[in-house]
């Protein structure tokens, strides 16, 4: 009964190729989240949605592109993938609107991108 | 440019004894501050918060104290117990703004 899924946990690929990475929340929130954790362990956000819409894009390359169908999905896409994109990523939801001083998000189990 | 930092990336401690972890921040607008809490292969989970108008909050075994003028808060746990064992997370925001900024972590080991 996970509140915050992310499918794959694990994804293997070669530079180049164009892959993507699933979220579902059924927390009912509005907001959701991306965040990129990098090898030296920084936890970075990288998008938000409010309701399908997208709110932030914190200076993330275009071959980043966050597709949200309804509110409980965001899903990431990547093309052409890089070594340096290899992280961990986060997907996390929120009851409240972005910007909300006092918001508590709730994060999936992350998905560990390898490029090779 | 590191905003938020947590310099021991690991501390151990015995079952049933205090664990203190620091986290130190340079921006002095952030103004609500959070813990989470990392198990191996889970995302993180969100443990105990404080705003700047506080400088203490209490959960249970958990404490933050917040030192604005040092720019610093710590979480104590207190008695430690072996499934605290995790990886634990600062992060700061500025009111407002959508963004929280995480520390790098401290990985705490809870000795039975």
């Known amino acids: 009964d996970t509140a915050v899924s992310q499918t794959p946990k694990y994804l293997v690929t070669q530079m180049g190729n164009d892959k993507s990475i699933k979220c579902e929340q059924n927390?009912?929130?509005?907001?959701m989240y991306w965040y990129k954790q990098d090898s030296k362990k920084f936890l970075k956000i990288m998008f938000s949605y409010n309701n399908k819409e997208l709110i932030i894009n914190e200076t993330v390359p275009n071959r980043f592109s966050p597709k949200s169908p309804d509110k409980a999905h965001l899903n990431l896409h990547i093309n052409s993938l890089e070594l340096g994109d290899s992280a961990v990523y986060f997907c996390a939801s929120s009851p409240h609107r972005v910007g909300t001083p006092t918001d508590t998000q709730y994060f999936g189990p992350g998905t560990r991108l390898t490029v090779l | 440019d590191q905003q938020v930092k947590q310099n021991s990336p690991s501390l151990s401690v015995q079952e049933g004894r205090i664990s203190i972890l620091n986290c130190d921040y340079t921006n002095s607008m952030f103004d609500y501050f959070l813990w989470y809490k990392k198990y191996p292969a889970e995302g993180p989970t969100f443990l105990i918060s404080i705003s700047s108008i506080k400088d203490k909050n209490e959960d249970g075994r958990f404490t933050v104290f917040l030192n604005k003028s040092a720019k610093h808060l710590s979480l104590h746990i207190v008695p430690s117990q072996p499934g605290d064992s995790a990886v634990y997370f600062c992060a700061a925001s500025r009111g407002g703004t959508y963004k929280y900024i995480f520390g790098t972590g401290t990985r705490l080991k809870v000795l039975a």
């Open positions: 927390l009912g929130h509005d907001t």
